[in-house]
């Protein structure tokens, strides 16, 4: 079975500073590790994914993420946060055990301040 | 390129009434889910087709029925809503089982 949790459901940040979200996941199965970000009204769009090989993975808008195979841990950081960054984070595992589901974590939303 | 496509966008049902929840994809994939969001609940599975005539349950299935209706097409059934439906029910697709998820709009439901 596959899940993930996402530690801090608010995470707040200056403008400029470190954004640092975090994952850790479950699985009995080499995973697919995902980050999404939802901005407010809208769908989930995909910053990065981790299917095998380099453990660091860079994304969209300056977003990276490091995979830790010894602490099941896939966490998000971005090295300086713009205001436009304030959103909604979701980490995703996936991978195939009988079938792929496809489990989000509870999300994490991001508040920028000026 | 309309991606998925999601309809309706906002529905209000009365307990009890029935309703189905419309999805397509022009993208040609093989896999299809329904999740539903809550809030401080992130995004839970429904229902999910890995490919054209499957259909799984995710981790919320109750009180749900589903049907790959053809490649394109995944639609969602609630047969008799109820209050504890009221949700943001989203459709995604991917290429394959385990890609990156492609989303529709969403759906805003409301059981009085």
């Known amino acids: 079975a596959q899940s993930v949790t996402q530690l801090g459901s608010h995470v707040s940040v200056s403008e400029g500073a470190l954004v640092l979200l975090r994952c850790n996941y479950s699985?009995?199965?080499?995973?697919?590790l995902f980050w999404y970000v939802q901005y407010p009204n809208q769908g989930l769009q995909l910053l990065l994914k981790?299917?095998?090989?380099?453990?660091l993975v860079k994304g969209i808008n300056g977003f990276e993420a490091e995979f830790k195979k010894s602490e099941t841990s896939f966490h998000l950081t971005k090295p300086s946060a713009h205001m436009s960054d304030a959103a909604e984070y979701f980490c995703?595992?996936?991978?195939?055990?009988?079938?792929?589901?496809?489990?989000f974590g509870t999300g994490t939303r991001l508040k920028v301040l000026a | 390129n309309a991606g998925v496509t999601q309809t309706p966008k906002f529905q209000v049902l009365k307990t009890g009434q029935s309703m189905t929840l419309q999805c397509a994809q022009d993208?040609?994939?093989?896999?299809m889910y329904w999740y539903r969001q809550d809030p401080g609940m992130g995004l839970r599975l429904i229902y999910y087709?890995?490919?054209?005539?499957?259909?799984d349950k995710g981790e919320v299935p109750n009180g749900y029925n589903v049907s790959r209706l053809n490649k394109r097409e995944f639609s969602l059934r609630l047969e008799s809503a109820a209050p504890s439906q009221t949700s943001v029910y989203f459709c995604?697709?991917?290429?394959?089982?385990?890609?990156?998820?492609?989303f529709g709009s969403g759906t805003q439901l409301s059981v009085l």
């Open positions: 087709s890995a490919s054209e005539g499957t259909t």
């Open positions: 995703a595992v996936s991978g195939y055990s009988g079938t792929y589901k496809y489990i």
């Open positions: 699985s009995s199965v080499p995973p697919y």
């Open positions: 981790y299917t095998t090989g380099a453990t």
């Open positions: 993208m040609n994939h093989n896999s």
């Open positions: 995604a697709s991917s290429e394959k089982s385990g890609e990156k998820l492609f």
